[in-house]
């Protein structure tokens, strides 16, 4: 699976956007773009993924550059429940991959009031 | 939206005992389950992989007789640590993939939805 490389930490005050890069370089064709996040001592929650077109859903917003080496979460309006780890994972799609998730060391996001 | 329930979410016991914790995919069937294990400050380690009906997958590294892993039907996963001891004591997360992932655009199974996780703590 291709690396992924995150910043250790943000920070972001509430009500604006938050905006997460992910450095993926070595991601290959058949290869998707996983976010997920993990508040304080709870389970991780699925935010969104992409392959190569941009995507939107009620959580957030995926921009995945057109030469698929980086990818930007972007919360468009954080609050203060925001405030969490994310991870960028970067994983085969289909219907026959594992399922595995490989989880780096994230971005811990901070949002001050 | 879909739920995995864990349990217990926290749990304190003496060192030589065995503990168990349920993973229940609670509104979609589940043939495939995860197990993962965090220290405090670290990220998700992956432990094992939980197949329904068969036995598990464990990663390397991971002693499979010290985590027994049990998939005894398609809503319920379980993880024993037996003989525990303090190095034991950390946070044990499941997850498990839903059947509607795979038609989400491709992401397959890697769209998964986690329990809330158990605190393990061993005196």
């Known amino acids: 699976d291709a690396k992924t490389t995150q910043p250790p930490s943000m920070d972001c005050a509430e009500g604006r956007a938050a905006n997460l890069p992910c450095n993926h370089s070595t991601i290959s064709g058949n290869e998707y773009v996983y976010w997920y996040r993990q508040i304080h001592s709870q389970g991780p929650q699925y935010i969104i993924h992409?392959?190569?077109n941009n995507e939107t859903n009620e959580m957030a917003s995926l921009i995945i550059t057109e030469d698929r080496k980086s990818s930007t979460l972007i919360l468009p309006h954080a609050t203060l429940r925001d405030t969490a780890v994310y991870y960028c994972i970067v994983r085969v799609g289909g219907s026959s991959n594992t399922g595995k998730l490989i989880f780096g060391q994230g971005t811990t996001l901070q949002v001050k009031p | 939206g879909a739920v995995v329930s864990q349990h217990p979410s926290r749990v304190i016991c003496k060192s030589g005992t065995s503990v168990k914790i349920e993973c229940r995919s609670l509104d979609f069937q589940a043939t495939t389950m995860f197990w993962y294990r965090q220290f405090p400050k670290q990220s998700l380690m992956l432990m094992a992989t939980s197949n329904e009906g068969s036995k598990a997958t464990y990663e390397q590294g991971v002693e499979k007789d010290k985590f027994l892993i049990n998939h005894a039907s398609l809503t319920l996963s379980t993880l024993t640590v037996t003989s525990a001891h303090p190095e034991d004591s950390s946070f044990y997360i499941c997850?498990?993939?839903?059947?509607?992932?795979?038609?989400?655009?491709?992401?397959?199974?890697?769209?998964?939805?986690f329990g809330a996780g158990t605190r393990l703590s061993v005196l």
């Open positions: 997850s498990a993939p839903p059947p509607w992932g795979g038609l989400a655009g491709g992401g397959g199974k890697n769209i998964q939805y």
């Open positions: 992409g392959l190569k």
